[in-house]
């Protein structure tokens, strides 16, 4: 059969979202941030949100998040995303607004904003990139690292005693009331990536109806920081963070 | 019995050469071109197999930089 004969655009299955644009995307090869980045721009298209959506960009790798989606950004001071947001919301009711923050950013420095925001039921999405260190720094400990795990700042690996264990921040804002969507999510397979999507959709959902606060983690790799190939890491993620991190909603209402 | 034929369109200038397409792809189609690199010096994903493409677009869905167009078309 003629290839002629299967390209064309009624057999078209999968393209790039139309909301991600051409700009070259400055993250490593094998990063979660561009699929997290690509299911976002599908499901604000799907819910024809383009016009009313604002995303707030953390500082993280994802800081150059606005160069790639054509949807209004605002960037957040850092860990600063859930109060920017709040304010946000607050003053444009009608629109969807959504942070999207990595490990250092919502649960080390920005720790306190987040969990105020989820506990005053804020109407917002809050999209969490877990990837257990800080990746633009250059792998540093962040609180979600693993017990044991081997960083540029602990390189004998956590040491419990000292430097405590995995932050669960899921779990601790999916106890508070303003909470009603606390769900784990990961995107290492194409099942993976289809399960993130829904939960994103739903998250926007709720965002709109005025549901509350919506959290989706997205457990990931940084296959750079961690020292691995893109492949290695995804299986690093599934035997590591899985056990600790566990994929499944922890509440939905 | 119906088969279904898939092409994939891999935009060269994108891929950064991951390898996690060809990870996920069940039937061996893509692999990373082993000489060849795009003008940023990556080895980019190519159809190597194109024949055994089935068009279930799972290559699309984990691509990172979103290189990835896919078509599938049912044969008789």
């Known amino acids: 059969m003629n290839v002629n004969d299967i390209v064309n655009p009624e057999n078209l299955v999968y393209a790039k979202p139309a909301l991600m644009n051409e700009n070259h995307m400055h993250y490593c090869p094998g990063c979660s941030h561009g699929v997290v980045h690509k299911v976002i721009a599908e499901v604000i298209k799907e819910l024809d949100l383009q016009e009313k959506t604002i995303g707030i960009a953390p500082v993280g790798c994802a800081v150059f998040a606005y160069k790639y989606l054509n949807i209004d950004w605002q960037e957040a001071a850092h860990g600063r995303a859930p109060a920017l947001a709040t304010a946000v919301k607050r003053l444009l009711p009608d629109r969807m607004v959504f942070t999207y923050q990595g490990d250092g950013d919502l649960a080390a420095i920005g720790t306190a904003e987040t969990i105020h925001a989820a506990n005053r039921g804020e109407n917002i999405a809050i999209i969490f990139i877990n990837n257990g260190i800080y990746g633009m720094t250059g792998g540093q400990m962040a609180p979600t690292t693993l017990s044991n795990m081997v960083t540029s700042t602990s390189p004998d690996g956590r040491n419990v005693k ?92 | 019995m119906a088969k279904l034929k898939g092409y994939v369109e891999v935009n060269i200038g994108r891929c950064k050469g991951c390898n996690l397409c060809v990870v996920e792809c069940p039937t061996d189609t893509l692999d990373l071109q082993p000489r060849e690199v795009n003008d940023r010096g990556y080895h980019y994903a190519y159809m190597k197999n194109p024949d055994d493409c089935i068009g279930c677009a799972n290559c699309g869905f984990v691509c990172p930089d979103g290189c990835i167009t896919v078509y599938r078309k049912k044969v008789l």
Request: glycine share 8%.
């Open chain 1, 162 to 253: 000292t430097t405590g264990g995995p932050l669960k921040m899921l779990n601790m804002l999916a106890l508070l009331d303003g909470v009603c969507l606390a769900t784990r999510v990961s995107v290492h397979t194409a099942t993976a990536v289809k399960k993130t999507r829904r939960m994103i959709k739903l998250a926007f959902e709720n965002s709109m109806a005025g549901k509350g606060t919506s959290i989706v983690e997205v457990v990931s790799t940084c296959n750079a920081g961690w020292k691995m190939t893109p492949e290695a890491a995804n299986n690093w993620m599934v035997e590591n963070m899985f056990p600790v991190f566990p994929i499944g909603d922890l509440k939905n209402i």
